[in-house]
């Protein structure tokens, strides 16, 4: 089992950059595929960006590629999404989660990711 801790979340105004952390405790970290989601009040959890266990591949949603890049430390047990050029529309709750299966394929569905973070928010102002 492993533990997720998000942090870095805070108020931004619209186009500033903000970087969140993810720490994981537990099993081994190179383990899993990571993934980042995020929930906006009234809506559903959606992928935003997952990376895979030797952080050699990663993907994204279209609604976030070119402004949302994710990288990994395995050294650290961490996973970051750097986040630049905010919208107010990237206001959500972001989870990052853990997929501790055999693919090799990085999964863009909850169903896949087995560990979830608590949240941290993020708000975009305009």
């Known amino acids: 089992q492993v533990q997720l801790v998000e942090s870095g979340g805070g108020l931004v105004q619209a186009g500033d950059s903000l970087t969140l952390s993810c720490v994981a405790s537990?099993?081994?970290?190179?383990?899993?595929?990571m993934g980042w989601f995020r929930q906006a009040p009234g809506k559903e959890r959606e992928f935003v960006a997952g990376?895979?266990?030797?952080?050699?591949?990663?993907d994204y949603a279209d609604s976030v590629k070119g402004r949302l890049t994710t990288s990994r430390d395995n050294a650290k047990n961490t996973v970051y999404l750097e986040m630049n050029s905010l919208k107010p529309e990237d206001t959500a709750v972001y989870y990052c989660?853990?997929?501790?299966?055999?693919?090799?394929?990085?999964?863009?569905?909850?169903?896949?990711?087995?560990?979830w973070g608590q949240g941290t928010q993020v708000t975009v102002s305009s």
């Open positions: 990376i895979s266990r030797n952080g050699g591949n990663t």
């Open positions: 537990g099993r081994a970290f190179t383990t899993y595929h």
């Open positions: 989660a853990a997929d501790n299966s055999w693919s090799t394929v990085i999964g863009t569905t909850m169903g896949r990711y087995a560990y």
